[in-house]
C-alpha cells in the first residue's frame, strides 16, 4: 500500500509516517521544511521538499504514484498568530487541503485523513464532544472545520471516504521546539535550556489535557484501516487536564531547575479546552496511557540530546492592532 503524509517532516507527521513505515506501507512525505526538518524524515521514507500549496507538484505526485491512502498534517497550527496573518492561514491551511481533496478524488484514494484541531469547539464547555456543533473561535480554527465541511462534501458528492480527528495540546520529540507562537512545552523547553525565563500569557490558570504524541499517531494510522471508522470524526488526545503553571512546573522538574516564571499580559484565548474521548474508545479501545510526568521526561530528554532552537520572527504579519508585544 502506498500512502502519502502531509507534513511528513514535521511533528506529528514524522511520527504517523514512522508508524506506516512500521506496518509495511510505502510512504511518501510531502513538506515545505517551513516547520519540520529534513533529519525528522525516516530513511525508508520518499522525501519530496514542496508545499501542498502547489496543485501543480500534487497532481503530479498523485498521477506518477496513485496513492492509496493520504494523511494530511501539513499546516500552519498557530491558533493565536492566526488572528494576525489571516491570508496566510487560510491559503496554507485551507487552499492547500483542497488541493489535496481535488486530486485525492480523482485517485480514487481509499481514505484521506486529515487531522483536524480541537480549535473548532472555540469557547464551547468543555469537555467537549463530537456531537456539539463546532464554533471556532479564530482563523485557525475556522480553516479547520472548512476542511472538515468539505470532506464532507467530497464522501456525499464523489465517494471520498475519510476520517476527521481533533488531537489537542500534542507533545513530545520532534516538536519544533523553536516555534515561539505555539507548542507551549516546546516553548517552555527552548526557554530553560536557554536559561530565560518561562513565559506565561496571563495567570497561567489556563486548563488543557496534554497528550503524548507515542498515543496519538498510532490511533490516527490505525482508523485509516478500519472501514467502520470512515467519514467519522474523533477527539484525540489525553483526559487529564493541567493549568499552564502546573505545566511549567512539571518542565522546569524535568529539567532539574527551579521554575522560573516571567507573566505576559493576557490574550485573547480558550480559557479552559479538553475533549471527550469516549467514541474513540468504544470505536478504536484508544487511551492515552502515557502521563503527563512520562511524557516530559521524554521529551526533556530528546530536547537536551539536540540542544535549544533560535526562534525566526514571523516576518508577514498582515494585522499589527493588539498583536501581543512579546510577538512582534
Given at each position: 500500500?502506498?500512502?502519502?503524509?502531509?507534513?511528513?517532516?514535521?511533528?506529528?507527521?514524522?511520527?504517523?509516517?514512522?508508524?506506516l513505515l512500521?506496518?509495511?506501507?510505502?510512504?511518501?512525505?510531502l513538506?515545505?521544511?517551513?516547520?519540520?526538518?529534513?533529519?525528522?524524515?525516516?530513511?525508508?521514507?520518499?522525501?519530496?521538499?514542496?508545499?501542498?500549496?502547489?496543485?501543480?507538484?500534487?497532481?503530479?505526485?498523485?498521477?506518477?504514484?496513485?496513492?492509496?491512502?493520504?494523511?494530511?498534517?501539513?499546516?500552519?497550527?498557530?491558533?493565536?498568530?492566526?488572528?494576525?496573518?489571516?491570508?496566510?492561514?487560510?491559503?496554507?491551511?485551507?487552499?492547500?487541503?483542497?488541493n489535496?481533496?481535488?486530486?485525492?478524488?480523482?485517485?480514487?484514494?481509499?481514505?484521506?485523513?486529515?487531522?483536524?484541531?480541537?480549535?473548532?469547539?472555540?469557547?464551547?464547555?468543555?469537555?467537549?464532544?463530537?456531537?456539539?456543533?463546532?464554533?471556532?473561535?479564530?482563523?485557525?480554527?475556522?480553516?479547520?472545520?472548512?476542511?472538515?465541511?468539505?470532506?464532507?462534501?467530497?464522501?456525499?458528492?464523489?465517494g471520498?471516504?475519510?476520517?476527521?480527528?481533533?488531537?489537542?495540546?500534542?507533545?513530545?520529540?520532534?516538536?519544533?521546539?523553536?516555534?515561539?507562537?505555539?507548542?507551549?512545552?516546546?516553548?517552555?523547553?527552548?526557554?530553560?535550556?536557554?536559561?530565560?525565563?518561562?513565559?506565561?500569557?496571563?495567570?497561567?490558570?489556563q486548563?488543557?489535557?496534554?497528550?503524548?504524541?507515542?498515543?496519538?499517531?498510532?490511533?490516527?494510522?490505525?482508523?485509516?484501516?478500519?472501514?467502520?471508522?470512515?467519514?467519522?470524526?474523533?477527539?484525540?488526545?489525553?483526559?487529564?487536564?493541567?493549568?499552564?503553571?502546573?505545566?511549567?512546573?512539571?518542565?522546569?522538574?524535568?529539567?532539574?531547575?527551579?521554575?522560573?516564571?516571567?507573566?505576559?499580559?493576557?490574550?485573547?484565548?480558550?480559557?479552559?479546552?479538553?475533549?471527550?474521548?469516549?467514541?474513540?474508545?468504544?470505536?478504536?479501545?484508544?487511551?492515552?496511557?502515557?502521563?503527563?510526568?512520562?511524557?516530559?521526561?521524554?521529551?526533556?530528554?530528546?530536547?537536551?540530546?539536540?540542544?535549544?532552537?533560535?526562534?525566526p520572527?514571523?516576518?508577514?504579519?498582515?494585522?499589527?492592532?493588539?498583536?501581543p508585544?512579546?510577538?512582534?
Amino acid at each position: 500500500m502506498k500512502a502519502l503524509v502531509t507534513g511528513g517532516a514535521g511533528f506529528m507527521g514524522s511520527h504517523v509516517a514512522e508508524a506506516l513505515l512500521g506496518l509495511g506501507f510505502e510512504v511518501w512525505t510531502l513538506d515545505d521544511l517551513s516547520g519540520g526538518f529534513r533529519d525528522n524524515v525516516a530513511p525508508a521514507a520518499h522525501f519530496v521538499h514542496g508545499s501542498i500549496c502547489n496543485s501543480g507538484l500534487v497532481d503530479e505526485l498523485f498521477a506518477a504514484h496513485r496513492y492509496d491512502y493520504v494523511f494530511h498534517l501539513a499546516a500552519y497550527a498557530a491558533e493565536g498568530l492566526s488572528h494576525f496573518i489571516r491570508r496566510f492561514n487560510y491559503t496554507n491551511n485551507l487552499i492547500g487541503s483542497v488541493n489535496l481533496i481535488n486530486a485525492s478524488v480523482r485517485c480514487d484514494v481509499k481514505c484521506f485523513v486529515f487531522t483536524s484541531s480541537i480549535a473548532v469547539y472555540g469557547h464551547l464547555p468543555p469537555p467537549m464532544t463530537e456531537d456539539l456543533k463546532p464554533d471556532p473561535a479564530d482563523p485557525y480554527g475556522v480553516s479547520k472545520y472548512a476542511v472538515e465541511m468539505d470532506l464532507k462534501a467530497a464522501h456525499e458528492m464523489f465517494g471520498l471516504n475519510y476520517v476527521v480527528f481533533r488531537p489537542h495540546n500534542v507533545y513530545g520529540e520532534r516538536q519544533n521546539i523553536g516555534d515561539k507562537y505555539r507548542n507551549v512545552l516546546g516553548i517552555f523547553m527552548n526557554q530553560i535550556m536557554q536559561k530565560q525565563p518561562m513565559t506565561i500569557f496571563g495567570d497561567g490558570s489556563q486548563t488543557r489535557a496534554f497528550s503524548y504524541i507515542g498515543d496519538v499517531a498510532p490511533a490516527m494510522v490505525a482508523a485509516a484501516g478500519r472501514p467502520d471508522c470512515y467519514n467519522e470524526v474523533f477527539n484525540v488526545g489525553s483526559d487529564t487536564t493541567y493549568t499552564v503553571r502546573e505545566l511549567a512546573e512539571k518542565v522546569a522538574a524535568a529539567f532539574r531547575v527551579e521554575p522560573r516564571i516571567q507573566s505576559l499580559p493576557a490574550r485573547n484565548e480558550v480559557q479552559h479546552a479538553f475533549s471527550s474521548h469516549a467514541k474513540i474508545r468504544q470505536r478504536l479501545g484508544f487511551e492515552a496511557s502515557t502521563g503527563l510526568d512520562e511524557g516530559v521526561t521524554r521529551m526533556a530528554a530528546w530536547a537536551r540530546t539536540h540542544g535549544p532552537r533560535q526562534c525566526p520572527v514571523f516576518s508577514d504579519i498582515e494585522i499589527e492592532r493588539n498583536l501581543p508585544p512579546s510577538w512582534r
